[in-house]
């Protein structure tokens, strides 16, 4: 995993709340079995007319693709980001765009959890917080801020700076860009204890004798 | 056999009590933390505690990259006995046997194929007489049970919790980990009790309920709680309306949401295929009935819910929290309160294309689902015949059923269910997900309105353009019929 330590760049306000991860990566495209490539589907059906890549036509008003925030690697949102299904391709789709950071006043666990395994910082924010940063991304051309990690703190430069909290742990991690299951085999003999203690029932050992699979 | 000498915990039951503890000095635990303290692996000085997982299901859409981490790090699936496969997401619906037409799809499907064999993964693959939805098999074959820790990639893994168990969605990253260590860090969530007193009203049901609490605490009412439902309308709720129930709590943001076991599910779980037998059911429901919150237990939040208050629901806008009883009207915009919601709403109609102040029942629908792992179960498909029985799908409507699993196909055609939804126009289709989420041909085309009885009414969920209403079976198979939505409780049954 790619560490996170401190990022500047610019700032793109997507104003919406609940924005799910059906409109962050359609259904259409969770058919591919890598992790990579989905950059180019982010926000398809807001971003693009037609069904399929060769037929798609760019409808052109889409926050994220105006000219001033080609280069946006900071995406701003409303409430609860990244909610519903629990597909991690949103967030695949997010970082192979270019999104190091994600701020908003809340984001739904599954999300938060998928982003942390990908080096993505999900940075919480209060109301007027993401309201400040939102305002100021779209009157001001070029608008960045810097996300340091280390720090637990977001500034642009120009006034506005604010604190935001993680805990200990995944922030340790993501700092580190840390093999999580690496990290869980090192306790080998703790799972071998607990798996001694509760073995697999033996009607489940059934399942591969019946016709199940093969 | 002399594994029947051993004590009971070695033989493979569920029993998760530590020896040694006494229980009487604790302080009171909710179900939640009784499941949760029985699956701690460790707990190690400023990390999240390691979790053990009793049963990870897997399917085609989110396990390819899963597999794939484990070959590029050489890591095994280190209990493939604990881990149950089958293909749901993009499979065609159309009789089984046929070619399926989206390459891409096939290649997902043959990728878990391999998968499974490789990695000695069980798989109730396409022509089995077992496959089905992952949330509808594993319940049905009895791998699902009370007291467990339930995980798959996919969000609705909530449906468990209705078992009693912690059940819940991860994303792909944790499929790995799990597949490779059959455990997962987890930090400890905060717990709510909704609690739904009285009695749910005729033509009211567990889907009215589950749409009428996300409507109340909002799609983020919940994010960071496990939900314990509890109360005299739950404990009356059957097995399958109790899967709706926790279903759709993660519409609500909650990971989970769970209800006690008790003697509905006892009957449920007991005799099914891969359920314990004999003695060790006997020592399992024994376990079982400890698996209920202590009184005095605390929660983080509690909601009060009167059940008497609730009605068919339908969906309005493009959340499962947009949502107002089918006599109602779509809300006025002055009625809310917040700008952003406000601005969420109005962006909503013009995508539903429906004005303020419409009453429900004006809305006329082109298609209607009845399936998804929501409402596609053997209890919700009697439901709707018994609305469809001796009817008519309204012509202008096309109408499909599609049986969450193959068992479930077989049990209604046995009662001559699939009779009365044919002669009455309706589709009666092959299991799977369908077009609860439209990754296989069954979408809705732009424009199109669906009455639909699956969790999610996002823009483009069913079909880019398409625009959703989240209803009960029995509301939807009402709305064929008429051709517009309408309230059951005022419906004409034959």
Request: hydrophobic share 40%; glycine share 8%.
């Amino acid at each position: 995993m790619q560490p996170f330590r401190k990022h500047t760049g610019i700032v793109v306000p997507l104003d919406k709340v609940n924005v799910d991860t059906d409109q962050i990566i359609p259904k259409q495209f969770l058919k591919r079995i890598e992790r990579t490539g989905f950059g180019e589907f982010l926000f398809y059906d807001w971003r693009f007319s037609g069904d399929r890549k060769e037929r798609a036509k760019r409808i052109g008003d889409f926050v994220l693709d105006a000219p001033r925030y080609q280069n946006a690697s900071i995406l701003v949102a409303g409430k609860n980001f990244g909610c519903g299904s629990s597909r991690e391709h949103a967030v695949w789709a997010l970082a192979d765009f270019g999104f190091r950071v994600v701020i908003a006043s809340s984001f739904a666990d599954i999300f938060a959890n998928n982003s942390l395994k990908n080096g993505l910082l999900t940075v919480r924010l209060n109301d007027d917080q993401v309201t400040e940063i939102m305002r100021r991304s779209k009157e001001i051309e070029d608008y960045q801020l810097t996300v340091d990690l280390e720090m637990l703190r977001v500034e642009d430069g120009r006034g506005f700076n604010a604190t935001f909290a993680m805990d200990e742990f995944s922030r340790h991690c993501l700092l580190n860009g840390l093999d999580d299951i690496a990290r869980t085999l090192r306790h080998e003999a703790q799972i071998a204890a607990y798996e001694a203690k509760h073995p697999v029932r033996v009607e489940m050992k059934a399942i591969l004798a019946g016709k199940a699979g093969f | 056999m002399t594994y029947l000498k051993r004590p009971p915990a070695a033989r493979g039951l569920e029993v998760k009590v530590n020896s040694g503890q006494d229980f009487k000095d604790m302080a009171p635990r909710t179900l939640f933390e009784k499941i949760w303290d029985a699956h701690v692996v460790a707990a190690p000085e400023g990390q999240s505690v390691l979790l053990y997982i009793d049963l990870h299901l897997v399917h085609e859409v989110t396990s390819p990259q899963a597999f794939d981490g484990l070959r590029a790090s050489g890591r095994t699936v280190r209990q493939p006995l604990r881990t149950v496969a089958t293909v749901d997401h993009n499979i065609p619906t159309t009789p089984r046997g046929l070619p399926i037409s989206d390459p891409i799809a096939a290649k997902q499907i043959e990728a878990l194929q391999k998968n499974c064999r490789e990695f000695g993964v069980p798989l109730f693959d396409m022509d089995s007489a077992e496959q089905g939805i992952v949330h509808v098999i594993g319940p049905e074959l009895g791998v699902t049970l009370p007291g467990m820790t339930i995980v798959c990639g996919d969000s609705h893994t909530s449906t468990h919790g209705a078992f009693g168990s912690l059940a819940f969605g991860i994303g792909t990253s944790e499929v790995e980990h799990v597949l490779a260590t059959q455990c997962l860090p987890q930090k400890k969530p905060k717990t709510m009790q909704i609690h739904v007193t009285g009695k749910l009203a005729e033509g009211v049901t567990a889907k009215d309920l589950a749409l009428g609490i996300i409507g109340r605490i909002g799609t983020d009412g919940a994010t960071g709680y496990v939900i314990e439902y509890a109360g005299d309308a739950v404990r009356a709720l059957s097995m399958e309306g109790r899967m709706t129930l926790c279903n759709m709590s993660i519409e609500a943001g909650a990971r989970a949401g769970l209800i006690a076991p008790d003697e509905t599910t006892f009957s449920y779980a007991s005799g099914r295929r891969f359920a314990p037998k004999g003695k060790d059911c006997e020592e399992a429901v024994a376990y079982w009935r400890t698996l209920a919150s202590d009184p005095g237990a605390q929660f983080d939040r509690v909601i009060e819910i009167d059940a008497a208050s609730l009605a068919p629901f339908v969906t309005w806008g493009t959340n499962p929290g947009m949502v107002v009883p089918v006599n109602g009207r779509v809300p006025e915009l002055k009625s809310f309160a917040q700008e952003a919601d406000r601005r969420a709403a109005e962006q909503a109609l013009v995508y539903m294309g429906l004005n303020p102040g419409m009453p429900i029942e004006s809305i006329a629908v082109d298609r209607v689902f009845i399936g998804s792992c929501t409402n596609s179960r053997i209890e919700d498909l009697r439901a709707a015949a018994r609305v469809a029985k001796g009817q008519h799908v309204n012509p202008k409507v096309r109408a499909m059923v599609v049986p969450g699993s193959q068992a479930i196909k077989r049990a209604a055609e046995e009662e001559g269910l699939h009779r009365i939804f044919l002669d009455a126009g309706f589709e009666w289709r092959e299991s799977g997900c369908s077009m609860c989420l439209g990754m296989n041909p069954d979408i809705l085309q732009p424009g199109e309105r669906c009455a639909s009885t699956s969790n999610r009414n996002f823009e483009g969920r069913q079909g880019r353009g398409g625009r959703t209403h989240l209803v009960s079976p029995m509301m939807a198979a009402a709305a064929a019929i008429a051709g517009h939505f309408t309230d059951i409780r005022n419906w004409r049954f034959n």
